[in-house]
């Protein structure tokens, strides 16, 4: 998930702006935001599609105007665009302003510890909607959160087998967050940060052995010609940031109904596309293994490798919270992420994990028809 630093081009702002309008109509036109490229199931279910749902739920009466990839923003550039209006809507990756979203990021340490989206996705947008700290934040930035986004969880990727750790020994593997950084070097490997954009030039060239990302990368990154053998091991999850980010100015001068359109609008797109990724992840593992690649179960040296760091990671991340991110009253942040998970396990196991609709109907009731009428107005 890592960019190099791009700057947000004045003459794109320019462009940009004014930010929204209202027509004779009465409706209202506004910008909406997501620097993944418009195949990616945060563009095409959690923007493209949730424009059109937008539309319909307000009977045209919301107008937005969907820019995907980089065109508008840059990846770390979108928090600053959401905050000047360039854009009034869009998503933004945590990990990309860590000095900005200490919290979201405090949070996002546990990434390493779980392994099913679903769930995960889910119980980051109750947290994020309810955690009175994560909420001061979002306050202070001046952009109100709407839902998050999950990725399927990172696997390993590599040029050659890596089944155990005899075989991680010495690799040079490219790792997107501290955790995993840091579990690979305890493993023996070396971690190489660079940006998820440079992975098959890397598997290519050599200068990376393995690639942990998403396995819809074999696909929709071509990683399976260069990268022939994956090892189903769940190196974590990325969730931190809002999947939708809104100013706040613009927020607050929405009609109360056309706020209702955006929550039940974001409980059907972010249901839907946690789905539709899940599948587009087992999907694209089937492909690679039809074009010759080799799928690997890890073995059980591995696998314990991740276990025993995973608790480590467990009791490490209130020091880290404090220590690292300036987190207060680390306990108190944690133990109710902790909570809001198990309460979103509970629930789950009682729905059809591949139902869209129920899904939704299940965030609506359990998040966003409790949030307060007055939610997001600062």
């Given at each position: 998930?890592n960019?190099?630093?791009?700057t947000?081009p004045?003459?794109?702002?320019?462009?940009?702006l004014?930010a929204?309008?209202a027509?004779?109509?009465?409706?209202?036109?506004?910008?909406?935001?997501?620097?993944?490229?418009?195949?990616h199931?945060?563009?095409?279910?959690?923007?493209i599609?949730?424009?059109?749902?937008v539309?319909?739920?307000?009977?045209?009466?919301?107008?937005?105007?969907?820019?995907?990839?980089?065109?508008?923003?840059?990846?770390?550039?979108?928090l600053?665009?959401?905050?000047?209006?360039?854009?009034?809507?869009?998503h933004h990756?945590?990990?990309?302003?860590?000095?900005?979203m200490p919290?979201?990021?405090?949070?996002?340490e546990?990434?390493?510890?779980?392994?099913?989206?679903l769930?995960?996705?889910?119980a980051?947008?109750?947290?994020?909607l309810?955690?009175?700290?994560?909420?001061?934040?979002w306050?202070?930035?001046?952009?109100?959160?709407l839902?998050?986004?999950?990725?399927?969880?990172?696997?390993l990727?590599?040029?050659?087998?890596?089944?155990?750790?005899?075989?991680l020994?010495?690799?040079?593997?490219?790792?997107?967050?501290s955790?995993?950084?840091?579990?690979?070097e305890?493993?023996?490997?070396t971690?190489?940060?660079?940006?998820?954009?440079?992975?098959?030039s890397g598997?290519?060239?050599?200068?990376?052995?393995?690639?942990?990302n998403?396995?819809n990368?074999l696909?929709?990154?071509s990683l399976?010609e260069?990268?022939?053998?994956t090892?189903?091991l769940?190196?974590?999850?990325?969730?931190?940031?809002?999947?939708?980010?809104?100013?706040?100015?613009?927020?607050?001068?929405?009609?109360?109904?056309?706020?209702?359109v955006?929550?039940?609008?974001s409980?059907?797109?972010?249901?839907?596309?946690?789905?539709?990724?899940?599948?587009?992840?087992?999907?694209a593992?089937?492909?690679a293994?039809?074009?010759?690649n080799?799928?690997?179960?890890?073995e059980?040296d591995?696998?314990a490798?991740?276990e025993?760091?995973?608790?480590?990671?467990?009791?490490?991340?209130?020091?880290?919270?404090?220590?690292?991110?300036?987190?207060?009253?680390?306990?108190?942040?944690?133990?109710?992420?902790?909570?809001?998970y198990?309460?979103?396990?509970?629930?789950i196991?009682?729905?059809?994990?591949e139902?869209?609709?129920?899904?939704?109907e299940?965030?609506?009731e359990?998040?966003f028809?409790?949030?307060?009428?007055?939610?997001?107005?600062y």
């Amino acid at each position: 998930m890592n960019v190099t630093r791009n700057t947000l081009p004045l003459v794109v702002a320019a462009l940009a702006l004014p930010a929204f309008v209202a027509s004779a109509h009465a409706s209202t036109s506004f910008i909406a935001n997501s620097f993944y490229d418009q195949q990616h199931p945060f563009s095409r279910y959690g923007y493209i599609e949730w424009a059109e749902t937008v539309k319909e739920l307000s009977d045209g009466e919301l107008q937005p105007e969907v820019y995907t990839g980089t065109v508008l923003l840059a990846p770390r550039a979108s928090l600053q665009g959401i905050q000047d209006n360039i854009a009034q809507v869009a998503h933004h990756a945590a990990i990309y302003t860590p000095s900005e979203m200490p919290v979201a990021n405090a949070v996002q340490e546990l990434g390493f510890n779980y392994s099913d989206p679903l769930i995960s996705i889910l119980a980051v947008t109750d947290f994020s909607l309810n955690n009175p700290t994560q909420l001061a934040e979002w306050e202070e930035l001046g952009i109100v959160y709407l839902g998050a986004y999950n990725t399927p969880p990172y696997v390993l990727m590599c040029r050659e087998p890596v089944r155990n750790l005899e075989e991680l020994s010495g690799k040079r593997i490219r790792t997107a967050g501290s955790t995993v950084s840091a579990w690979v070097e305890e493993a023996g490997g070396t971690p190489v940060n660079v940006p998820s954009s440079e992975m098959y030039s890397g598997l290519d060239r050599g200068s990376l052995d393995c690639a942990t990302n998403a396995v819809n990368d074999l696909v929709d990154r071509s990683l399976w010609e260069v990268a022939e053998h994956t090892t189903l091991l769940p190196t974590g999850m990325y969730w931190s940031g809002p999947q939708w980010g809104f100013n706040a100015g613009f927020w607050a001068d929405l009609s109360d109904e056309q706020r209702e359109v955006f929550k039940e609008a974001s409980a059907k797109a972010m249901t839907r596309m946690v789905v539709q990724y899940i599948g587009a992840a087992e999907a694209a593992m089937e492909e690679a293994e039809s074009n010759g690649n080799n799928i690997y179960e890890p073995e059980d040296d591995l696998m314990a490798s991740v276990e025993t760091f995973r608790d480590e990671a467990l009791e490490n991340v209130y020091d880290k919270a404090r220590d690292q991110y300036g987190v207060e009253d680390p306990e108190a942040l944690i133990d109710d992420f902790l909570a809001t998970y198990d309460k979103w396990e509970a629930l789950i196991s009682e729905v059809d994990r591949e139902d869209e609709e129920a899904l939704a109907e299940l965030a609506m009731e359990e998040i966003f028809d409790k949030l307060p009428a007055d939610y997001g107005i600062y």
